[in-house]
């Protein structure tokens, strides 16, 4: 990137990010917690009662703005409904907030406070008010609901999404269902010109795409949810079985967590992760409340007799339909308020078949008759009311199915009986979860449906577009048909797509506007009528682009005219109860004095991908010249080096819990930056890509070809450009590789030559790395630097304050090779008995093999059938295998009569310790690190021991 360019987008980045802070702080500050409810608009010091419909926008806006709040570790209760003091102290906060802004400076705000003091309690009464009140009162029959007024499709997919947010047992209430119901019951409405489901209409006439979208989003956002409740169970019963495992004292997790210390604290911390506990409740309290305290206690019990007690405890949680709180009693009463809303579906149908049937019995007696009125009018009438009676059994499909979702559960837990194993358990909650998993796949499969109609009016507004002359063609119609093909089309059609977007692109104009659309609502009474705003059609849009296509700069283009827009557009308005509300009001109306809030949380959705778009964009940019790679290794699957060592003093213990951690959990650390260092081949760049996994975040890797590649006459300036690029990331690892001969010290007369004739960048580069570990600090970034050889860094490049922490990555210990060959013999069709026999035997002789070197032997090993057989005879294993023994014959020191060398398979561990680390005095620490994954143990060694061991493979003595 250029200078300047580098130089704009910082300075984008910034008004993005004070745009942003301001409007979240001016949507929170005009919440009122008496009624729960935000404002609805701002004028002319006076405030709009606020509606739940538009109060619902807005906390799906604020949801979104999650990554622009501070999220704090330690949890904020939920404050009672009667309480104020926290609420004001809120207040409070919220106005210190808005005077730091005034100055300058941008305060995050606590998002646990906004979930506990805000969210939650506003959900909360959502779900326990009356159904009429949260969802207005329904229209007469066979009449078209008052907008806004009375029940309607597009408020209830507000409230549906909102409660989808919420994921509690107690959000399945009666406003749930009715929200569902209704919205169900406006995408089976066959509304012209295409008479099919899937278009919904606040008219009663044509339907708008701008409606449909938001019906269908909530019903897509409803099959999210089930699907992350699968893998939540999926989640639990992985942990049931880790907690089976440890109490037999077998398997990888015991070889991981064999103290109950550390046992109990990875159960905790995996517990803390369930986010959406929906028929799960009971089982987790459970968990919390009474297996995690059994095993807290030390007893004498066997591993069995443990198992069995905590096998009751979750049978108990699982419970029975006559238990209040527990699993099953839940999936009864749920099941109970859907049956109750198939028997009232039930005399819908039944009273329009009724009619029908009333309708063709007169119909066949008229056809006897002289012929008046003209033949073929009421079978024409006929046909329009068993097309509209069509519908209903469809929203009864639904309900049906949501039945069989809840007693399917129910019919597999109580196949468990009184007594069930743990294991047993542990199998029926998998079974649930994959139910739940199939439940959201037929939930998809529905919603597929729903997609035809905007498929075919996205065919027709692009033909409309191509006609010569004046036409009806309509672009907001277009972006939302667009959406809707996009989200929920089982093949969405990526020319379609693209064509489409081109059109909605080309017709936006230079202020970012696009013109005028149909309206969505119209009051026939006086006229007046609502359009789709301007903020609302990008909003749709933004998910859409390919961001990997030419095309991006167009795209890119058209949100910076809407960006410019809102800026142009924002203003600051006072209200009788606040001094200050920021936002913006619809682009239809003309009044500069106004702030409507769903207008402001459309402003604020735009914002947060507006930002998103241009870092994804920076990134594209910067990977035409760097390597960026997105990785998806899960942190679960790696395997420390060092096992054999307390789990509170692991590498990746400390690395979760001092960076992976504090970056999930508040979106900020003071541990921003580490070397890792040790042998070739330990995996220093695998921890890294699975840092940036974890995190979901980018990996850049940074390698000395990056400064020099446009001459080493042009390295320093290619280094400051570099360092300036680097800061405008957000959400990335950046991974300083092969650096070694680059950072070597300044001070070592050794190999002046190539890439080590860079050294004089070093004093350079100190203070940028020091800005890029403050920087990271706040802005969700993370620099490794990968060496071989740390000892002959210079030394102010891992001087504290430009890195956190130094962490010696070696090969694995004998449990960690354990652990690694038994996933590498995962679905090998082993038995567990001769799975845990053979990684006991090729464990123990492969010290000093790295993690590649393991998996090609482990490889070649599931080739040889030959270990099937029924003898469990070491001599066999040791024959089949090929195993030779290379351990020194004499070793120099008695403390070295433990160290083992072997070979397999005519495979042995490349890393020659000897060599490698031959006149290293320096790397000490590192090399009784390595010499454990050999078998030697260095830690009840007295000093003068491991200085032997040290001046042994050094070369010293």
């Not at 992976?660 to 921003?672: D, L, V």
Request: hydrophobic content about 35%.
């Amino acid at each position: 990137m250029e200078t300047q360019d580098i130089r704009k987008e910082d300075e984008v980045h910034g008004r993005i990010k004070a745009l942003t802070h301001q409007t979240l702080l001016s949507l929170l500050r005009t919440y009122d917690h008496e009624s729960k409810l935000f404002y609805g608009s701002v004028q002319n010091n006076r405030s709009t009662p606020g509606t739940w419909r538009d109060s619902a926008l807005v906390l799906m806006a604020l949801q979104q703005g999650v990554e622009a709040m501070r999220r704090d570790r330690r949890k904020v209760e939920i404050v009672p409904m009667d309480k104020q003091d926290d609420w004001r102290r809120l207040e409070e906060d919220f106005e210190k907030n808005l005077r730091k802004f005034n100055e300058g400076r941008l305060e995050p705000i606590s998002y646990n406070a906004y979930r506990a003091i805000v969210f939650q309690p506003t959900v909360d009464k959502i779900i326990g008010t009356n159904t009429n009140q949260i969802l207005g009162k329904e229209a007469r029959a066979g009449r078209t609901a008052v907008p806004f007024v009375q029940r309607e499709a597009f408020s209830c997919s507000c409230i549906l999404s909102i409660l989808n947010m919420y994921p509690l047992e107690k959000t399945h209430g009666r406003v749930f269902m009715d929200a569902l119901d209704m919205v169900l019951q406006e995408l089976v409405h066959r509304y012209p010109p295409h008479y099919v489901f899937g278009g919904a209409s606040l008219t009663g006439t044509e339907p708008h795409t701008f409606v449909a979208y938001a019906c269908i989003r909530s019903l897509k956002e409803l099959a999210e949810t089930v699907q992350q409740r699968a893998r939540e169970h999926e989640r639990v019963s992985a942990l049931l079985g880790h907690i089976n495992d440890w109490l037999k004292k077998s398997g990888p997790i015991f070889k991981k967590y064999g103290k109950s210390k550390w046992f109990i604290e990875f159960v905790d911390g995996e517990a803390e992760q369930l986010k959406n506990p929906v028929g799960l409740s009971a089982v987790i309290r459970a968990l919390k409340n009474d297996v995690l305290p059994g095993l807290r206690k030390d007893n004498y019990k066997s591993g069995k007799e443990q198992a069995d007690e905590i096998a009751a405890q979750f049978r108990k949680a699982i419970g029975d339909k006559h238990t209040k709180g527990t699993v099953i009693y839940w999936s009864e009463e749920f099941a109970g308020r859907v049956r109750d809303k198939v028997s009232e579906l039930d005399k819908v149908i039944d009273r329009g078949y009724e009619n029908v049937q009333g309708d063709w019995d007169k119909i066949k007696a008229a056809s006897k008759s002289d012929g008046t009125p003209p033949p073929g009018t009421d079978s024409m009438k006929l046909a329009q009311k068993e097309m509209k009676n069509a519908g209903t059994p469809w929203r009864r499909a639904v309900f049906q199915s949501m039945i069989y979702d809840l007693q399917t559960p129910r019919y597999i837990y109580e196949k468990l009986g009184t007594k069930p194993t743990l294991p047993e358990i542990t199998e029926a909650i998998q079974k649930v979860g994959q139910h739940w998993a199939d439940s959201a796949q037929r939930t998809r499969k529905y919603l597929s449906m729903f997609a035809k109609w905007a498929t075919q009016e996205l065919h027709r507004q692009i033909t409309l577009y191509s006609l010569n002359g004046k036409t009806s063609f309509d672009p907001v119609q277009l972006a939302f048909a667009l959406r809707i093909h996009h989200d929920v089309e089982a093949e969405p059609n990526k020319d379609l797509i693209a064509k489409g977007l081109e059109i909605v692109l080309e017709t936006q104009h230079e202020d970012g506007t696009w013109p005028t659309g149909a309206p969505f609502v119209v009051d026939w009474t006086t006229l007046a009528a609502v359009h789709v705003a301007n903020i609302e059609i990008i909003n749709a849009l933004m998910p859409l682009i390919d961001k990997d296509v030419a095309s991006r700069t167009q795209y890119q283009l058209c949100a910076h005219r809407v960006f410019d827009w809102l800026e142009k557009n924002h203003r600051v308005v006072s209200s009788s109860k606040r001094s200050e509300i920021a936002g913006w009001s619809t682009d239809r109306l003309l009044e500069t004095e106004r702030v409507d809030m769903w207008a402001t949380a459309a402003g604020l959705q735009f914002l947060i991908a507006y930002g998103r778009l241009r870092q994804h964009l920076l990134k594209l940019e910067m990977a035409e010249t760097f390597d960026f790679s997105r990785s998806t290794l899960r942190w679960s699957g790696i395997v420390d080096a060092e096992l054999n060592i307390p789990c509170e003093n692991r590498i990746t213990s400390k690395i979760y819990e001092n960076y992976i951690r504090p970056f999930k959990e508040t979106g900020e650390s003071n541990h921003s930056a580490m070397v890792l260092h040790g042998p070739p081949g330990t995996a220093k760049s695998t921890l890294a890509q699975a840092i940036a996994a974890e995190l979901g975040w980018s990996l850049v890797t940074i390698t000395p070809s990056d400064f020099v590649k446009e001459g080493i006459e042009q390295s320093e300036n290619k280094a400051r450009q570099l360092f300036k690029e680097l800061v405008l990331l957000r959400e990335s690892v950046v991974l300083f590789d092969e650096l070694d001969e680059m950072l070597r010290d300044r001070q070592d007369q050794q190999s002046q030559t190539g890439i080590a004739m860079l050294r004089f960048l070093i004093p350079g580069m100190l203070p940028k790395l020091q800005m890029l570990k403050q920087f990271g600090e706040k802005n969700r970034l993370i620099f490794i630097v990968a060496t071989n050889y740390k000892d002959r860094l210079d030394s102010a490049v891992v001087r504290t304050g430009r890195v956190d922490d130094a962490f010696a990555v070696v090969p694995p210990d004998e449990p960690s090779r354990y652990c690694l060959i038994w996933n590498f013999l995962q679905n090998a069709g082993y038995p567990e008995a001769e799975k845990e026999r053979l990684a006991s035997f090729v464990a123990a002789r492969t010290q000093g093999w790295v993690y590649k070197e393991i998996e090609h032997l482990v490889g070649l090993v599931r080739k040889k059938r030959f270990l099937h057989s029924n003898s469990e005879e070491e001599k066999n294993l040791t024959e089949g295998l090929a195993v030779r023994d290379l351990s020194p014959k004499d070793p120099p020191n008695k403390t070295l009569s433990e160290f083992r060398s072997y070979s397999i398979l005519g495979q042995q561990a490349a890393l020659d310790i000897l060599d490698f680390y031959r006149g290293r005095d320096k790397a000490s620490e590192e090399i009784l690190s390595v010499l454990g994954a050999y078998g030697v143990d260095t830690r009840n060694r007295n000093p003068k021991q491991k200085r032997d061991l040290v001046q042994w493979v050094t070369g010293a003595k």
